[in-house]
């Protein structure tokens, strides 16, 4: 599992799925005043059946470019009967072997994506913000968790111009909240139903990241290494990154053979919360305490059931 758990409480949302679909059917042609998905579920749905899936992407696109969420699970039916956050915190789900684990920036292109007019979509105005600019976009982004999250991040001995340091705080605040920490307690809560859960952090920054050098190592920036893209292209990708992409791609298909992902690595607990570390010249460090362990145990008291 993959940046993301079912951990994370908004990661259902049933209203803005039909909003959503409506306006995409809208778009399309198969729905308007007097057909709408609600009412018409049948005819809508075989509509958009119907249409090509690149019409489909291009009309998803097109409603909201910069959006990094599109449809999300929907609870309350026989596929997903109860909501999976609760389930996960309650011990009410099936417990499997677990690969899991997150890269090291999640949050810098939430950001970005969430205020292309301060940073450029992909970083490359590489704004220095001010601890007052970092209280207003956590404000403009957390509603009514912001002062609690700014108390946090941004406490009363961070500097005014502390602008990098800032910067870093607003974004892996982002990050934790919605990727990192959600796959912390999924972790926990697997291995304390028995499952053996092997937890990583990608800290590589591709060489052909359209990303600005101060994003790090982005969310999804490990998938085309998972892919093999260096491999397919290796006149695009520096040699340690071809290699990197052959020990990833060994490590994800012996654990979807055998459970194991092919290396020494130990198992991940709210006890013992050991996790690799994945980047250049080989899996290069076993860590022994938990990742972002203090924003975490900050979070439980909002994402917790």
């Known amino acids: 599992m993959q940046s993301g758990s079912p951990a994370e409480p908004t990661s259902t949302n049933s209203t803005r799925n039909i909003l959503l679909a409506q306006k995409l059917a809208e778009t399309v042609g198969c729905a308007g005043d007097n057909s709408t998905v609600q009412d018409d579920p049948e005819d809508v749905i075989q509509c958009l059946k119907d249409v090509d899936s690149d019409t489909l992407i291009e009309a998803s696109y097109r409603l909201d470019p910069l959006s990094q ?88 001995d961070v500097a005014e111009d502390e602008y990098d340091y800032v910067r870093y705080q607003v974004y892996t605040s982002l990050g934790d909240k919605a990727i990192f920490c959600p796959t912390v307690y999924y972790a926990e809560q697997s291995a304390n139903k028995g499952c053996g859960v ?86 290069f460090g076993i860590i022994e305490t938990a990742p972002h362990g203090d924003n975490c145990n900050f979070y439980r008291q909002f994402l917790e059931p």
């Open 69 to 156: 969420l599109d449809f999300v699970p929907q609870q309350g039916d026989k596929l997903l009967p109860v909501n999976p956050s609760s389930a996960i915190f309650e011990g009410s789900f099936r417990c499997r072997q677990l690969l899991i684990g997150v890269t090291k920036d999640e949050g810098s292109r939430m950001m970005t994506a969430a205020n292309p007019e301060i940073f450029g979509l992909f970083g490359e105005k590489d704004t220095k913000i001010t601890k007052t600019m970092g209280k207003d976009i956590l404000r403009k982004m957390f509603g009514n968790l912001s002062e609690s999250v700014i108390e946090h991040y941004l406490p009363d």
């Open 198 to 283: 092997y937890y990583y952090a990608w800290v590589h920054r591709p060489s052909v990241s359209p990303w600005a050098p101060w994003m790090g190592s982005p969310h999804f920036s490990e998938v085309e290494f998972v892919f093999g893209q260096p491999l397919l292209n290796p006149i695009m990708y520096q040699e340690m990154e071809q290699e990197l992409s052959w020990l990833m791609i060994k490590i994800w298909s012996n654990f979807v053979k055998t459970g194991k992902p092919a290396r020494r690595w130990p198992f991940y607990s709210q006890e013992n919360p050991n996790f690799i570390l994945i980047g250049p010249g080989d899996i």
